[in-house]
């Protein structure tokens, strides 16, 4: 009888683990999520803006990564075909993780810490007809 509930509590013991091991904590989620938001990474060429060619997707926000080397003063420009539409930089996440916006379609500001940051692009929450179709957008260091 001893060796049954012995063998027992090692099974259930284990099957917790196994249990615990399956189960992504809701932080896990978030990294996955970052992870899977993030569309372009790019470690910009001295005096060279970075430029990318974009397609927004109706209700999706788009992520996109870039790093400074130095402390730099930056300039950030969206645009669209027709020059309107619900369409803004959103956030900016910094590379100690604050975060700062809503902004409109440019940004200037001196960036002093060195790092990767993440700017998020997509429609105001608070104006109708959201914006799909293609966007560029420029980050400019100097």
Same mark, same amino acid.
């Given at each position: 009888? &001893?060796? @049954?509930?012995?063998?027992?509590?090692?099974? *259930? %013991?284990?099957?917790?683990? =196994?249990?615990?091991?399956?189960?992504?904590?809701?932080?896990?989620?978030?990294?996955?999520?970052?992870?899977?938001?993030?569309?372009?990474?790019?470690?910009?060429?001295?005096? &060279?803006? @970075?430029?990318?060619?974009?397609?927004?997707? *109706? %209700?999706?926000?788009?992520? =996109?990564?870039?790093?400074?080397?130095?402390?730099?003063?930056?300039?950030?420009?969206?645009?669209?075909?027709?020059?309107?539409?619900?369409?803004?930089?959103?956030?900016?996440?910094?590379?100690?993780?604050?975060?700062?916006?809503?902004?409109?379609?440019?940004?200037?500001?001196?960036?002093?810490?060195?790092?990767?940051?993440?700017?998020?692009?997509?429609?105001?929450?608070?104006?109708?007809?959201?914006?799909?179709?293609?966007?560029?957008?420029?980050?400019?260091?100097?």
């Amino acid at each position: 009888m &001893k060796i @049954l509930t012995k063998n027992c509590v090692h099974l *259930l %013991g284990v099957s917790l683990l =196994i249990a615990a091991g399956c189960h992504s904590s809701q932080s896990d989620k978030n990294v996955e999520t970052v992870v899977k938001d993030v569309m372009e990474y790019e470690v910009p060429a001295k005096n &060279k803006p @970075l430029e990318f060619q974009r397609n927004k997707v *109706l %209700g999706e926000k788009d992520t =996109i990564s870039f790093e400074i080397q130095e402390p730099s003063f930056v300039k950030m420009t969206l645009s669209t075909p027709s020059d309107s539409g619900n369409i803004r930089i959103n956030q900016l996440r910094m590379p100690d993780g604050e975060m700062d916006g809503p902004f409109g379609k440019t940004y200037e500001a001196r960036f002093d810490q060195v790092g990767t940051y993440q700017v998020i692009i997509a429609e105001s929450m608070m104006a109708e007809n959201p914006y799909t179709g293609d966007y560029r957008f420029r980050i400019e260091m100097e």
